[in-house]
């Protein structure tokens, strides 16, 4: 079998009326991305680029590895089963069986050695749910194909070496106190820490935990949560061995001499963990699917509709993806063969 570094990387569609192809056209012509391919339909991709006025060249492909030569040539595209029927910034559910069959047939490629890791292009979820999609997201549709194996969001930013990890993540916030339970901190902790130090290489990772309330709570008087349920989780895991502290006010956990104390943070809820790391570094930071048998990255920003079809969007988050996606796979073979860290 071919390294994972010698592979091309297998990139998904996303929702086809966002900017998704055109951030790929856009990443095909920029040096610093590694070799992939889109999974996509290749007549839809040619059309997009000549309306937006890109005029790249589009390679039809038959296999992943043919990526290496045809990208010499143009974007290279694997073709989808069936064709992918859209209209920029206009979302058809028509679309969502093309979309979803893309995602699995990328696992796929993964898993039987053909790519190197997935990287998806963002998904519009309310499409997705209206054809039937039951998962909240690209990270918990994963988990399945992974066999159900449990998985965790982490959006990583390479230049601020900032790394965050939402606890719950998809969920409604007048939910996150019943569902944040002991268990699932130190789950999602322990996760976290292997891929810390199979995915990056960090030999003792540091973990920062956040309080749930405003201040962590300020000794009970602002919410019980952060005394009752995240500091007894922290001294379990601190008597594992593992290098943890908490629960801390979130507020002021990422401001540059913050950020310098700690490899990831961890958050107990969505927005906690993604705004700060959105505001410090959108075009560098990457969603990273940690806890699965293979790798996935993603740009960290959405299906941008009111860009599409125009030639603006920006193709910075979806290279910073793949070159993520390029060296974790890496790393993990790396690890997987005793090599590091």
């Known amino acids: 079998m071919t390294a ?4 091309p990387l297998a990139l998904t569609p996303g929702e086809p009326a966002g900017v998704g192809a055109e951030i790929a056209l856009k990443a095909w012509r920029r040096n610093d991305a590694p070799v992939f391919f889109l999974m996509d339909d290749p007549d839809r991709v040619a059309a997009l680029s000549h309306k937006a006025g890109l005029h790249i060249p589009i390679c039809v492909i038959d296999r992943p590895n043919a990526a290496f030569e045809a990208r010499a040539s143009g974007l290279p595209v ?3 089963t069936g064709p992918i029927h859209s209209q920029p910034g206009h979302p058809d559910p028509s679309t969502a069986t093309a979309v979803i069959k893309a995602i699995r047939d990328a696992v796929t490629m993964v898993k039987s050695g053909e790519a190197a890791a997935v990287v998806t292009n963002p998904i519009q979820k309310n499409t997705l749910h209206q054809a039937g999609f039951p998962h909240p997201g690209h990270t918990e549709f994963l988990a ?18 900032l790394r965050v990890v939402p606890v719950t993540i998809h969920e409604p916030i007048r939910r996150v106190p019943d569902l944040l339970t002991q268990e699932l901190i130190i789950e999602t902790a322990r996760i976290t820490v ?13 973990i920062a935990v956040s309080g749930l309330n405003p201040h962590a709570g300020e000794a009970g008087s602002i919410g019980t949560e952060d005394n009752a349920v995240i500091a007894p989780v922290l001294a379990v895991l601190r008597a594992e061995g593992l290098e943890i502290f908490g629960p801390l006010a979130a507020d002021s956990m ?11 943070a961890l958050c107990m809820y969505h927005d906690q963990a993604l705004i700060p790391i959105k505001t410090l570094d959108f075009w560098g930071g990457v969603n990273v699917t940690i806890g699965l048998p293979f790798v996935r990255t993603s740009p960290d920003h959405g299906t941008a509709l009111d860009l599409a079809g125009t030639g603006k969007a920006n193709e910075g988050s979806l290279v910073a993806a793949l070159c993520m996606a390029r060296e974790i796979a890496g790393q993990r073979r790396n690890f997987q063969q005793g090599l590091a860290p």
């Open 4 to 7: 994972p570094n010698e592979l």
């Open 78 to 80: 694997l073709p989808c």
């Open 144 to 161: 399945g194909l992974a066999g159900g194996q449990r998985s965790v969001m982490m959006l990583a930013s390479r230049e601020l070496a």
């Open 194 to 206: 292997r891929s810390l130090i199979q995915d990056f290489g960090i030999k003792a990772p540091r």
């Open 254 to 264: 990422f401001h540059a001499a913050a950020r310098q104390s700690y490899d990831v």
